[in-house]
């Protein structure tokens, strides 16, 4: 009997997605999320850091810096102009490469431009660097979706990217504290600001605990070919085995790949099949990114704009952010029991009438309040988003579509940057949040008349 290059990958998939939900398939989820974190430490970063750069003497304010822009924007366009070469150009080599393989390699290649960035004289050297460490946050986010969703049984795929979130936001109120208590000191005659960026570059030491005990995606083994590894990375899951093998002398194999691998083309994804979807979840992107990066890389600034003192916006913020882990902890009730896009609808209406509301106020305890109300909206939209868009595509184009789709909000969000500046210097706290009130409402209009329904689903049916 002839078995199919179809049957064998099948089979691998409907048992992924009948592994009952132990420690396991959640260890998977955990190791992959711990990597992550440090990304997240150094791409939050950017909002908690630039006001000490300023108070430093290092970035210089309003049409002083860089192309008549102030230095505080130019880093936040430097951070996603990085992302977004990234992401479009560098997240196919995961499809190529491999999940596990491209997620060490970025996560190092992260490392060293950030411990460069440390070491740096000039905001012009902290912007040129900040764009090269971008670019290793790009790819290693996009893989992360990809190897989430594909290892994660559709029963509990929302619930694998709410705690994926959840642990990659700890680094959050990190890295806010860091900034907070570090920025007006220089231990041992460091600048603090030095001390903060160092702190994200221990992330190198992780990479290598990380990897030993990460395997590959059995779905993207399958899908090259290589079935044995697959198989028995599936079967040790099924087993309940936690010690769950990479290398080594391969079983007998159940199974045989009789085709090679087809080639992964990203136009694929303007095919009448998935063309829909891709054009959804670019204007989705573009929206989604100056909602949720407009109030996370400028919530100090914005603090600030109502009328409170870089220390003491520094600490609220701290406090705001303290939230960012907390929120996906609490979307997992719901996470797999509402459907995606709906989630996605209700977080940007939340957004966009908290932020507003957020621009009115000036008392420390509302502010807060409110703050940490958007935090908690922006997590459910985050991890809900992330869940979605990693859905709608096949295995085999999976990382390059997504890297493309989610390009464009690192795209918009270089521009969004230098329009809140300008909006934040022109009409305060209040116009920067109604720009934010109308990106969330192209969200809603976008997913609500374009999305489709997603929850539950295996992947291959989604996308077949």
């Known amino acids: ?52 750069l300023v108070q430093a003497g290092v970035f210089r304010g309003a049409g002083a810096g860089l ?9 936040a366009a430097a951070t996603f102009a990085g992302l977004f070469i990234g992401t479009v150009a560098f997240s196919r080599l995961a499809d190529r490469f491999g999940r596990r393989r491209v997620f060490t390699a970025s996560l190092i290649w992260y490392a060293l431009a950030t411990l460069a960035m440390a070491f740096s004289a000039t905001a012009v050297q902290l912007h040129a660097w900040r764009l090269v460490s971008g670019i290793g946050i790009g790819v290693e986010l996009v893989t992360i979706d990809a190897y989430v969703s594909e290892v994660a049984p559709a029963r509990l795929r929302g619930r694998a990217f709410a705690l994926n979130q959840a642990i990659q936001f700890t680094a959050v109120p990190i890295v806010a504290l860091a900034c907070w208590r570090l920025l007006p000191l220089a231990p041992l005659g460091v600048a603090g600001w030095r001390w903060v960026m160092l702190l994200g570059v221990s992330g190198a030491v992780a990479v290598w605990f990380i990897r030993a005990r990460l395997p590959e995606s059995p779905r993207w083994l399958a899908r090259q070919g290589r079935l044995v590894e697959a198989e028995r990375i599936v ?59 407009g109030f996370g890389n400028w919530a100090p600034s914005l603090i600030a704009a109502r009328g409170h003192s870089v220390t003491h916006s520094l600490g609220y913020a701290f406090t705001i952010a ?76 999976r990382s390059a579509a997504v890297g493309f789709v989610y390009a464009w909000s690192r795209l918009a969000t270089v521009f969004s940057s230098f329009i809140i500046a300008a909006l934040l210097g022109a009409f305060g706290a209040p116009g920067v949040f109604v720009f934010i009130a109308a990106a969330m409402m192209v969200v809603v209009l976008s997913v609500g008349l374009m999305g489709p329904r997603s929850s539950g689903q295996s992947l291959e049916t989604l996308s077949d």
């Open 67 to 75: 192309f008549g822009q102030s230095d505080q924007a130019m880093f």
């Open 322 to 397: 303290t939230a960012y882990p907390l929120g996906p902890l609490l979307c997992l009730a719901v996470a797999d029991r509402l459907e995606r896009k709906t989630q996605i609808i209700i977080a940007a209406i939340c957004t966009a009438a908290l932020g507003l509301t957020f621009a009115t106020q000036s008392a420390p305890a509302i502010l807060i309040a409110l703050g940490v109300g958007v935090t908690l909206s922006n997590n459910l939209l985050s991890y809900a988003y992330h869940a979605y868009q990693a859905e709608l595509y096949p295995t085999r184009i």
């Open 235 to 293: 079967r040790d899951m099924e087993a309940g085995r936690t010690g769950l093998r990479v290398s080594g002398p391969a079983p007998a194999p159940v199974m045989q790949p009789t085709a090679v691998a087809d080639r992964n083309r990203l136009g694929e994804a303007f095919s009448p099949r998935y063309r829909r979807r891709t054009i959804m979840l670019i204007i989705f992107n573009i929206a989604q990114a100056i909602g949720f990066y």
């Open 1 to 52: 009997m002839t078995v199919t290059s179809v049957t064998p990958e099948a089979d691998l998939a409907a048992r992924l997605d009948n592994l009952p939900g132990g420690w396991p398939v959640w260890r998977l989820i955990v190791l992959v999320s711990l990597g992550g974190c440090f990304e997240f430490y150094d791409l939050m970063m950017t909002a908690y850091i630039s006001p000490g």
